[in-house]
């Protein structure tokens, strides 16, 4: 359901707790924010990443904690892919 409103275009804004998420949050709008308040932790229980963002400009995400789970996971967070530089005109940050 997280997914199918990000890419509808709406942003994230989680109140503190504890988010146990299954797969990763795919970020592939332009300008998309992720915020937490709070201590909000997102929690990977299936190995998985907990944010990908793809090759998409602008994306902020900040005030979110990205723990492990029981399984491991290969990274908690992806950004970009090989090769892509982003622009100057319009950096994402964390």
Do not use: C
């Not at 409103?5 to 924010?33: C, M, W």
């Amino acid at each position: 359901m997280i997914n199918a409103k990000v890419a509808s275009g709406l942003h994230l804004l989680f109140q503190p707790g504890n988010y146990k998420l299954d797969k990763a949050i795919e970020i592939t709008r332009a300008d998309t924010v992720v915020m937490g308040i709070g201590l909000a932790t997102l929690i990977a229980t299936n190995g998985n990443s907990l944010i990908r963002v793809g090759r998409v400009d602008g994306v902020r995400v900040s005030g979110v904690l990205l723990q492990a789970g029981p399984k491991e996971s290969a990274s908690l967070l992806t950004w970009g892919s090989s090769g892509y530089q982003g622009t100057s005109r319009n950096p994402g940050a964390l």
